[in-house]
């Protein structure tokens, strides 16, 4: 260990690793084990004052530095400082005024817990080892999506360390500037601390999901946009299909077969839930059916997605419309006659998200109606075949395309696509925004949004 990192180390309580520590590498990886971090130096930090001095550390070396929380969105490694937040993980209950503060390295599963016992919920996604602070940096579509908006939307308050290593606490009264970029703009203005988020009274929800076979019922993704259209807003739900791999370990109905699940997640009552998704249960013949009313605490049950970690990529578009043809495309393009395993997934968008939020934040395309994704494990030698693959498979969509999503974006974008997450106005907005809190970009955030050029007076 350097000097320097011996003297950064005397200022942090979470431990300074280098190469060759024992923990650096447990440090640097996270959820997506695709290009991992490999820095230089890892503060795995233990509260304010230790990001704090990391920061201070990065930007007086002049060096990049990057933030990960448990690593679900990693997209471009750094070599510089990597802050790791795992260990700032404590959430805080006010069961009175429906709020909870998140520390940095919160996943959902630790606000979900704390909100649970108080019958309320976050709005929190799909899978609950997702970090809660990156999520809702980049807007945040939950289970109660449709019901209540983003996660973005929600948000109370932001502590916040900007590269000259200010600590701040953003709101609108305090910083407005701030307050609308770092809600939707992603990780790109400052390190964040912790969050004051809104939660709601939910305690259960009437979810799960429904698969059918596709070789049984091949018109399935149309058939569940049909339904879509009328369904109403407390009704959020998405479609994910794939081909499982013929192997022994997985459960022999699902061996070799083209799958499409679709996931319900409800704000109502089980009698309601089950009148809606009768049209469903009626498309064909159900493989697998666990819809039921269920503690909100269990909601990561809804997608069952996996939990392990692996090496992933991810595409995707929001898009204002659904074409049939456009959707028996996807279903080709998830079956298994797919160049490299892909899982496709559709979202149903719209209602809460559609409207603007009381205070009005950098959350792009409000207007798109579904999010259309496409995501492959990628294995040794296959990269450039898993980006053709997602080309293709996104092609059909084009013609719909308001732009992509950058939370559901695994994997490295270029600067049209980064721009494209936003309305044109916002995105310039944000890189000023950017100028004026990390003007060298030194912060590396996942989906760098970069600073206008500095001006010469
Ligand atoms: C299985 C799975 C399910 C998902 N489900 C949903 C879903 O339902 N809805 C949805 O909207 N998204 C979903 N996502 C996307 C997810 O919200 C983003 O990928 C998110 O960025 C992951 O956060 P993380 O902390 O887990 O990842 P990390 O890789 O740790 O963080 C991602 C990026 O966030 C930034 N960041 C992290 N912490 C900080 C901080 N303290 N300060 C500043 N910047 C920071 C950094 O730029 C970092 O690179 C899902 C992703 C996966 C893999």
């Given at each position: 260990?350097?000097?320097?990192?011996?003297?950064?180390?005397?200022?942090?309580?979470?431990?300074?690793?280098?190469?060759?520590?024992?923990?650096?590498?447990?440090h640097?990886?996270?959820?997506?084990?695709?290009?991992?971090?490999?820095?230089?130096?890892?503060?795995?930090?233990?509260?304010?004052?230790?990001?704090?001095?990391?920061?201070?550390?990065?930007?007086?070396?002049?060096?990049?530095?990057?933030?990960?929380?448990?690593?679900?969105?990693?997209?471009?490694?750094?070599?510089?400082?990597?802050?790791?937040?795992?260990?700032?993980?404590?959430?805080?209950?006010?069961?009175?005024?429906?709020?909870?503060?998140?520390?940095?390295?919160?996943?959902?599963?630790?606000?979900?817990?704390?909100?649970?016992?108080?019958?309320?919920?976050?709005?929190?996604?799909?899978?609950?080892?997702?970090?809660?602070?990156?999520?809702?940096?980049?807007?945040?579509?939950?289970?109660?999506?449709r019901?209540?908006?983003?996660?973005?939307?929600?948000?109370?308050?932001?502590?916040?360390?900007?590269?000259?290593?200010?600590?701040?606490?953003?709101?609108?009264?305090?910083?407005?500037?701030?307050?609308?970029?770092?809600?939707?703009?992603?990780?790109?203005?400052?390190?964040?601390?912790?969050?004051?988020?809104?939660?709601?009274?939910?305690?259960?929800?009437?979810?799960?999901?429904?698969?059918?076979?596709?070789?049984?019922?091949?018109?399935?993704?149309?058939?569940?946009?049909?339904?879509?259209?009328?369904?109403?807003?407390?009704?959020?739900?998405?479609?994910?299909?794939?081909t499982?791999?013929?192997l022994?370990?997985?459960?022999?109905?699902?061996?070799?077969?083209?799958?499409?699940?679709?996931?319900?997640?409800?704000?109502?009552?089980?009698?309601?839930?089950?009148?809606?998704?009768?049209?469903?249960?009626?498309?064909?013949?159900?493989?697998?059916?666990?819809?039921?009313?269920?503690?909100?605490?269990?909601?990561?049950?809804?997608f069952?997605?996996?939990?392990?970690?692996?090496?992933?990529?991810?595409?995707?578009?929001?898009?204002?419309?659904?074409?049939?043809?456009?959707?028996?495309?996807?279903?080709?393009?998830?079956?298994?006659?797919?160049?490299?395993?892909?899982?496709?997934?559709?979202?149903?968008?719209?209602?809460?998200?559609?409207?603007?939020?009381?205070?009005?934040?950098?959350?792009?395309?409000?207007?798109?109606?579904?999010?259309?994704?496409?995501l492959?494990?990628v294995?040794e030698?296959e990269?450039?075949?898993?980006?053709?693959?997602?080309?293709?498979?996104?092609?059909?969509?084009?013609?719909?395309?308001?732009?992509?999503?950058?939370?559901?974006?695994?994997?490295?974008?270029?600067?049209?696509?980064?721009?494209?997450?936003?309305?044109p106005?916002?995105?310039?907005?944000?890189?000023?925004?950017?100028?004026?809190?990390?003007?060298?970009?030194?912060?590396?955030?996942?989906?760098?949004?970069?600073?206008?050029?500095?001006?010469?007076?």
């Open positions: 260990m350097s000097t320097t990192t011996k003297q950064l180390q005397e200022r942090t309580q979470g431990a300074v690793l280098v190469p060759g520590d024992e923990e650096y590498d447990g640097r990886t996270g959820f997506q084990l695709l290009d991992p971090h490999r820095p230089s130096v890892i503060v795995a930090a233990r509260s304010e004052t230790d990001v704090r001095a990391a920061v201070e550390f990065a930007a007086g070396s002049r060096s990049p530095v990057a933030v990960q929380a448990s690593g679900h969105g990693l997209a471009s490694p750094t070599e510089g400082v990597l802050i790791n937040t795992r260990h700032m993980s404590a959430v805080r209950v006010d069961p009175r005024s429906r709020v909870a503060w998140v520390e940095a390295g919160a996943t959902w599963r630790h606000v979900v817990e704390a909100a649970a016992p108080h019958g309320l919920a976050p709005l929190s996604g799909s899978f609950p080892g997702v970090g809660a602070i990156s999520y809702t940096l980049g807007g945040g579509v939950g289970l109660l999506a019901r209540y908006g983003f996660a973005a939307d929600h948000v109370r308050r932001i502590d916040l360390i900007t590269l000259d290593a200010r600590q701040h606490q953003v709101t609108e009264e305090a910083d407005p500037d701030l307050f609308w970029a770092l809600r939707g703009g992603g990780g790109n203005f400052g390190v964040v601390t912790g969050m004051e988020i809104d939660l709601f009274p939910v305690a259960r929800i009437y979810g799960g999901n429904l698969a059918f076979d596709v070789q049984q019922v091949p018109e399935v993704l149309d058939a569940w946009r049909r339904w879509s259209t009328g369904v109403p807003e407390e009704m959020t739900s998405a479609v994910t299909m794939l499982y791999p013929d022994p370990m997985l459960p022999e109905p699902l061996r070799g077969r083209h799958v499409a699940q679709l996931a319900i997640s409800y704000a109502g009552s089980r009698e309601e839930g089950d009148r809606l998704v009768a049209p469903l249960r009626s498309i064909g013949p159900v493989m697998n059916d666990t819809l039921r009313e269920l503690p909100y605490a269990e909601s990561g049950s809804v069952a997605e996996p939990d392990q970690p692996h090496t992933y990529r991810s595409r995707n578009l929001l898009v204002n419309d659904l074409d049939p043809q456009a959707l028996a495309d996807l279903t080709k393009a998830a079956g298994p006659s797919a160049p490299v395993m892909t899982v496709a997934g559709v979202r149903h968008l719209g209602g809460a998200l559609a409207r603007e939020p009381r205070i009005a934040n950098a959350v792009g395309h409000r207007d798109a109606a579904y999010a259309v994704s496409v492959s494990p294995q030698g990269r450039e075949l898993v980006a053709e693959t997602h080309r293709d498979a996104l092609a059909p969509f084009a013609g719909a395309a308001l732009g992509c999503s950058l939370n559901f974006a695994f994997g490295p974008l270029g600067e049209d696509e980064i721009r494209s997450a936003f309305a106005a916002d995105y310039d907005r944000l890189r000023e925004i950017k100028r004026r809190h990390d003007p060298d970009g030194l912060l590396h955030a996942n989906h760098p949004i970069p600073p206008t050029a500095a001006r010469t007076s």
